[in-house]
């Protein structure tokens, strides 16, 4: 028996992170000395995607990890924590992350390799949808915002123009009723065109 047929096997043919029974491939989690079933996971084609291309993440499609991180296969649950900590600007991921334990040895494995979030993709201030956030670019608050300090609410649905990026990749600076105030980017969604 081959790897994709041990993995269809252990993963009853259905992708081992979003339970797809379409498009079925072998995925090999990194660091990999050798090639073997513990080292792999059975992903489809729109997961294995978004893992290699950050950039096509959709943090929606990820709601799966909420179960997928509780297998009992190591392998997927490094995929699991490495897939949550690059949407760890996501509330709910951010909390799964809280609750999620890892054996010693499976912790190590998953801090391993960067090969998922390079470390300039982590300084990048991304928006709600995962979209990267420029000095300049405009931004859509997409949840009303109580300012602390200020007697104000953000509304949803304000445009906020030309802001400006903060050390910390979670915030950005902007202009909202008159006030320069700093907002989270996870309420945010970049303005196209």
């Known amino acids: 028996m081959n790897i994709e047929q041990a993995?269809?096997?252990?993963?009853?043919?259905?992708?081992?992170?979003?339970?797809?029974?379409?498009?079925?491939?072998?995925?090999?989690?990194?660091?990999?000395?050798?090639?073997?079933?513990?080292?792999?996971?059975?992903?489809?084609a729109t997961c294995r995607e978004q893992i290699e291309d950050p950039e096509k993440m959709t943090p929606h499609h990820w709601h799966c990890l909420n179960e997928?991180?509780?297998?009992?296969?190591?392998?997927?649950?490094?995929?699991?924590?490495?897939?949550?900590?690059?949407?760890?600007?996501?509330?709910?991921?951010?909390?799964?992350?809280?609750i999620l334990y890892l054996?010693?040895?499976v912790q190590h494995w998953a801090e391993a390799e960067t090969d998922l979030v390079s470390e300039d993709e982590q300084e990048l201030?991304?928006?709600?949808?995962?979209?990267?956030?420029?000095?300049?670019?405009?931004?859509?608050?997409?949840?009303?915002?109580?300012?602390?300090?200020?007697?104000?609410?953000a509304k949803r649905g304000t445009v906020v123009r030309n802001i400006s990026l903060t050390p910390n990749p979670e915030h950005i600076e902007g202009r909202v009723n008159g006030t320069r105030i700093v907002l989270l980017s996870c309420f945010l969604k970049k303005q196209m065109g």
């Open 7 to 44: 993995l269809r096997q252990r993963a009853d043919s259905r992708c081992e992170l979003c339970h797809s029974d379409s498009h079925l491939g072998v995925y090999e989690v990194p660091p990999v000395n050798m090639i073997s079933t513990e080292h792999c996971v059975l992903v489809c």
């Open 68 to 98: 997928t991180m509780w297998s009992q296969e190591p392998a997927v649950q490094v995929l699991a924590w490495r897939l949550l900590n690059r949407l760890r600007s996501e509330a709910w991921s951010q909390e799964l992350l809280d």
């Open 103 to 105: 054996e010693e040895s």
């Open 125 to 153: 201030t991304r928006d709600s949808n995962g979209a990267v956030l420029n000095n300049g670019d405009n931004v859509i608050i997409i949840k009303d915002l109580a300012v602390k300090g200020a007697r104000f609410t």
